[in-house]
């Protein structure tokens, strides 16, 4: 198979029109068989539910080629029941776990061509989603919706890869107490759009959002959750109800565990703690961003230097970013069931 023509070292994290896409319907109550289709458009009624009343849920993860030369994805069973948990909290039908798997894997066999070359620095980026389509003009969930699966070749999310970036706490909220936070649906995003403009504005690279009923404790940004190494070289991991249950981050807990010898823990972190400098590494973690470490939070006029500081990723970070890479690359061998084979 031939690989097409793309400066596969140089691309950044934007949507590429790729060969096939995967495309299933839900209606009269039921799943229909699902096809690969060619075609990139969608048509539907101006009044579908999607339009008005926000009902999409979306998933993300890579393929990868190996360094001997197979296609593999990471853990899509995570997604698969992901996207089951957001679709059902949105009362959309849940996309069967198991086809949607399979899915994944036809998707991303009929566009191998685009999974780019082990060791150029990019991914091909899966982007499974689900939306309502019918129309809907009463607040009501539709009766039929749309499952797809596309692919995008893409590098870094951060421009600069490993490079330490600039966050700061956010005023804005992404996510509502015993709202949506922990699903990953379009209207989360939505919500974080202004506040990224205006951070991308002022120079920083994301948002920290603190929770949304108390405003004292760290929460995670708009496109990643987040990880701490505290003075004692523990992984410091926050809770949340509303953040996102990110599969990178369960990924990195285990590795930091049992490949690493780390002590993690998982708890609620304050603002407090961390302007109290307790910290001496903090990264952003997922499928985009894999690890991209923090060198400088700025909470409103105080600028909290990490002591890894802005020129290097810090060595906890470093080894983290190396094992999961390496294991989704094939370097290092995997725990059982996280590397699905596709080709
Ligand atoms: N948090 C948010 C808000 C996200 O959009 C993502 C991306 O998927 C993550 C965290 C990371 O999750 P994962 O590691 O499953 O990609
Ligand atoms: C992902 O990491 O897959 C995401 O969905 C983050 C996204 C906001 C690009």
Redesign the pocket.
């Not at 995670?220 to 959750?225: I, K, L």
């Not at 953040?243 to 990924?251: A, E, G």
């Given at each position: 198979m031939e690989k097409k023509n793309l400066d596969w070292g140089n691309l950044g994290f934007s949507y590429h029109v790729t060969d096939k896409r995967y495309v299933s319907m839900f209606q009269n109550g039921a799943w229909d068989d699902g096809a690969l289709i060619s075609d990139d458009k969608i048509v539907m009624s101006e009044d579908a539910g999607v339009l008005h009343y926000s009902q999409s849920v979306f998933?993300?993860?890579k393929a990868y080629e190996t360094e001997d030369g197979h296609i593999v994805c990471f853990r899509p069973d995570?997604?698969a029941s992901?996207m089951a948990d957001s679709a059902r909290r949105l009362e959309m039908p849940a996309f069967p776990e198991d086809r949607f798997v399979k899915a994944v894997i036809e998707t991303v066999k009929a566009n191998a061509a685009w999974v780019p070359p082990y060791g150029s620095g990019a991914t091909l980026y899966v982007r499974p989603l689900m939306f309502g389509i019918s129309p809907v003009i009463g607040v009501a969930p539709a009766e039929d919706y749309m499952f797809r699966i596309f692919t995008t070749p893409v590098g870094p999310y951060f421009k600069g890869g490993q490079k330490p970036i600039v966050v700061r706490i956010s005023d804005f909220d992404?996510a509502a107490p015993r709202g949506t936070g922990h699903i990953?649906a379009g209207l989360?995003?939505a919500m974080s759009l202004h506040a990224i403009v205006d951070a991308h504005k002022k120079g920083f690279a994301e948002n920290i959002y603190l929770d949304p009923a108390t405003r004292t404790k760290i929460e995670?940004?708009?496109?990643?959750?987040i990880l701490f190494v505290d003075r004692d070289g523990k992984l410091v991991i926050p809770t949340s109800d509303s953040?996102?249950?990110?599969?990178?981050?369960?990924?990195l807990h285990y590795v930091a565990e049992h490949y690493l010898g780390m002590t993690v823990v998982e708890r609620e972190v304050t603002l407090q703690e961390v302007d109290d400098g307790n910290f001496v590494e903090c990264g952003l973690?997922?499928?985009?961003?894999v690890i991209s470490p923090i060198g400088k939070i700025y909470d409103h006029g105080k600028e909290i230097l990490l002591e890894s500081g802005m020129e290097d990723i810090g060595p906890v970070m470093k080894k983290l970013y190396d094992t999961l890479t390496g294991i989704q690359m094939g370097r290092i061998e995997a725990p059982e069931g996280w590397i699905q084979k596709i080709m």
């Open positions: 998933e993300g993860l995570l997604n992901r992404r990953k989360n995003y995670e940004t708009g496109g990643a959750n953040i996102l249950p990110s599969i990178t981050r369960r990924s973690c997922g499928t985009a961003a």
